[in-house]
């Protein structure tokens, strides 16, 4: 397969992490024999520094021309004035927008090895696999903002949020079509007692899943009593679908489950193009973690497990998807941790304290065995 990859390193540990994955990537495609371009381009705060706009027309160009995008993060203490006109997370928001990508997955699986660095008591991350589907366009991220003066030393600041059926009703068919595939239960996250919004998506969900979906069973919750039931009984869940505010927040409460918010992958994509793929936006959900920026700590699983999901959801190289998973799998299970898992290892097992690179490199070798 011939495959061109836009690879948008951008700020802090981004270009860490995206490097390991790219190695990851070049790896899969020399022991199957595909063919894969990686184009370099500028985003976020780096992409300012050089020319200005957080998402240049030179990268929009790279990834218009590409099958999928490999990004490491965006932002960082040097553009983090919130007053500032622009700021590295307005190319993410251009970046979703451009591509349409509407629906963000962020699997919860925590691996058995490394259930001693989750602050929540062993037992209740027994057989945790929750599918994450947020709604990724539409809400108060991409509402009307407003700032207003009303009066001597008072503002007025207004966030719209906004919904309309269809963009419900696309994120909900996502949600029931991967139910299908795992244990065909679907639990839908809002605030429908208090907000409109709210209202329109509980409707609009209900009404997909029992005309075509009939096969799914379908459960409500509200935002704030979910996000305790997803500590305290986190096993409940299958897949979980919910507004992009609500998701942002709820995939990274989600993450303490799997010991580490660096291990935790994640890919957003909209409607499958002509020739069936998806333009996918591959991404780890961590953040730039400015504080630990070029020193070699950074984990880098979570951007390996994001390679692993473009390769089977824009790509559509299941087995090859499947490789790279268990390659992670099995160095973590070797004892393999970067510093983010360090404090927690299980020091009566061999335990190897990795680099980001050594991190890396140990998934590559797993991964070249696995493949042979």
Known sequence: MKATIAVLAGDGVGPEVSTEAVRVLRTVAECHGHDFTFLDALVGGAAIDATGDPLPASTRRTVEASDAVLLGAVGGPKWSDPSATVRPEQGLLALRGLLGAFANLRPVQPHPALVGAAPIRPELLTGVDVQFVRELTGGMYFGRKSLETDGPGQEVATDHCTYSTSEIERVARVA?????????????????????????????????????????????????????????????????????????????????LAGSIGVLPSASFGERRADGRRQGIYEPIHGSAPDIAGQGSANPIGTILSAALLLRHSLNLTDEAAHVERAVGDVIADGWRTADLWSAADQSAPVHRASTTAMGAAVVDRLRRIMS
Do not use: C
């Open 176 to 256: 029931g079509q991967l139910a299908r595939e795992r244990r065909r239960r679907v639990t839908s996250v809002d605030k429908a007692n208090v907000l409109e919004t709210s209202r329109l998506w509980r409707r609009t969900v209900t009404r997909v899943m029992r005309d075509e979906f009939p096969d799914v069973t379908l459960e409500h919750a509200l935002v704030d009593s979910f996000a305790m039931t997803l500590l305290r009984a986190p096993a409940s869940f299958d897949v979980v679908v919910t507004e992009n505010l609500f998701g942002d927040i709820l995939t990274d409460e989600a993450a303490v």
